[in-house]
């Protein structure tokens, strides 16, 4: 394989790499705030999609305005989610409230298909124009797109997470949700704004890779469990090694695709998955599992 | 910590986990500017006051108010922003944050103040506790444990609290250590603060304290003041370990 071959599929497991950290981190930051998984992750990729092409083609909005209504709402769909399927538990065992949010997984893509139709659907690309050759490869203006929000935000949510009082509760109560409590944290609305953080950071990535990919009600689920690997490869709770593990797991499977074959693609993410629950559970850049002194 | 302290009252409290009651009508009074101690083995519900004072563990008769405003079934959260906190057991830092990011947080239910306010009280605990201004960009879980339990208490003394309560603040620390705690408690009270100390080793908390509640499984059995504890023959036999003040009784 030549090097520009080689590097048109690092290109492309960075581009998907991108959008698995995006979901990998709002899997991080709900698991931060209430020790759950939120196996309805996904579908807020699928929703951020979903909403963008609806808000663009049913109501003529400019493109920009379109995607950010569809974060918006995908964020919106995230406090609500959490209020009315999560809270009421709130004294629920985690089990029940994992499954939970894999009954409210079903019932957001089954609400998708209803109101947006079982089509595949798609926007257009943010720019328009050719692709940009850098050494022989080949990267679209959307790629570009997809990379650039996603350091966007990286770089936002590393700011809220270290700089503001929002930032330092949310730590602090992903250390010991207990002693947050006895400083004044308002657990509970912790808990609310993760979700809403998680919906917002999965319907970027859903709607900066729609012109792409296209998108559908249905299009969640396999994004949710390349983010949920991406999560565990990364070690969860800690929201850089989450990014670095969507980077890694795109990589992985670009890979895969360039020295053994495309057909291996989704399987590739689940044996990642699978190796480092086995060889190393708390994923491969976490120090240990939730500190208490 | 300038403040006024405020005065707690606790009526016939009950609370437990479960069906299990632990608080069977506990009645208590700290008044304002008081030291007050619990004393108590191991068991008797002395940390579930406590928790039930400030809403972990939820009551289930009986009111706890604060200067007349009442707190029963409040919540931690709620507690602290009406000005009372607790030092808990086992100290709850958050170990991989900075000491000065404890502290910071120790204001949260405090932030609207601003900075400038930020910064006074950070220079207050300070005084208090050198050792903290020291350690500041350390991460809490590298602290020795006497350092970890200054900071529990400088954390919670950062919420500008009325009333400060605290769970077993000596347990595990050297005597130099418990006395410089100690020592800071008394100055605390000096200035005003009301303070509500629970302690196994009654024989310092009584030195320590204005007044004393004997706890035994669930119920006050015995109050008075500090003197007059100190001087109480079942507490000496059974707390003190003396008898007449002659020989120890193992």
């Known amino acids: 394989m030549g090097g520009s071959e080689l590097l048109q599929f690092v290109i492309s497991g960075l581009k998907n790499g991108s959008i698995y950290a995006l979901v990998s981190l709002g899997f991080t930051i709900v698991y931060a705030s209430t020790g759950v998984i939120n196996f309805a992750q996904g579908e807020f990729y699928m929703l951020g999609g979903m909403f963008s092409v609806w808000a663009f083609a049913t109501f003529g909005l400019p493109l920009w305005l379109a995607a950010i209504v569809g974060i918006l709402l995908t964020a919106a769909t995230g406090i609500l989610f959490e209020l009315l399927a999560i809270r009421p538990r709130k004294d629920g065992d985690q089990l029940s409230l994992i499954i939970i949010t894999i009954g409210g997984s079903l019932l957001l893509s089954s609400l998708a298909r209803h109101l947006f139709g079982p089509d595949e659907l798609a926007i257009p690309a943010f720019t328009s124009g050719p692709s940009v050759r850098v050494f022989g490869a080949a990267i679209e203006r959307q790629t570009l797109w997809i990379w650039g929000l996603t350091i966007t935000a990286v770089v936002i949510l590393n700011w809220v997470y270290n700089k503001t009082k929002l930032g330092r509760a949310l730590r602090a109560c992903a250390i010991n949700r207990d002693a947050a409590r006895l400083v004044g944290v308002d657990t509970r609305l912790i808990v609310t704004v993760s979700f809403a953080l998680a919906a917002a950071l999965g319907g970027l990535a859903g709607l900066s890779v729609a012109p792409l990919t296209q998108t559908a009600f249905d299009a969640g689920a396999r994004v949710g469990v390349k983010g949920f690997a991406a999560a565990i490869l990364g070690g969860l709770g800690n929201p850089i090694a989450a990014v670095a593990g969507g980077l890694m797991l795109g990589l992985i499977e670009s890979m895969s695709i360039a020295y053994l074959s495309s057909t291996y693609k989704d399987a590739i993410s689940l044996l990642v998955l699978l190796l480092v629950l086995f060889v190393r559970p708390q994923g491969l850049f976490s120090r240990s599992r939730r500190e208490k002194v | ?250």
């Open chain 2, 1 to 250: 910590m300038s403040e006024r302290g405020a005065s707690l009252r606790v009526k016939g409290l009950e609370s437990g986990y479960g069906r299990v009651n632990v608080l069977r009508g506990i009645d208590i009074e700290v008044h304002s500017g008081e030291l007050v101690t619990v004393i108590g083995s191991n068991g008797a519900g002395k940390s579930t006051l406590l928790k039930t004072i400030v809403g972990f563990v939820t009551a289930t008769a009986g009111s706890v108010s604060v200067d007349d405003r009442d707190l029963t079934r409040t919540t931690p959260e709620r507690a602290v922003g009406i000005g009372v906190s607790l030092v808990p057991e086992g100290r709850m830092l958050f170990g991989p944050m900075s000491v000065r990011e404890n502290l910071v947080l120790g204001a949260y239910s405090k932030s609207g103040r601003g900075e400038a306010s930020l910064a006074q009280d950070l220079e207050r605990v300070y005084s208090l506790f050198p050792v903290l201004e020291e350690r500041a960009g350390q991460s809490a879980e590298t602290l020795s444990g006497g350092e970890q339990q200054m900071l529990a208490v400088a954390r919670a003394l950062m919420s500008k609290p009325r009333v400060l309560l605290l769970d077993e603040p000596s347990l595990g620390l050297a005597p130099k250590v418990i006395a410089e705690i100690f020592h800071t408690l008394d100055a605390l009270r000096a200035e005003g603060l009301s303070i509500l100390l629970v302690e196994q080793d009654a024989k310092l908390a009584l030195k320590h304290a204005d007044r004393g509640y004997v706890m035994r499984t669930g119920e006050i059995v015995l109050s008075g003041t500090a003197d007059d504890l100190l001087a109480d023959d079942d507490v000496r036999l059974i707390y003190l370990g003396k008898w007449h003040g002659k020989d120890d009784v193992r």
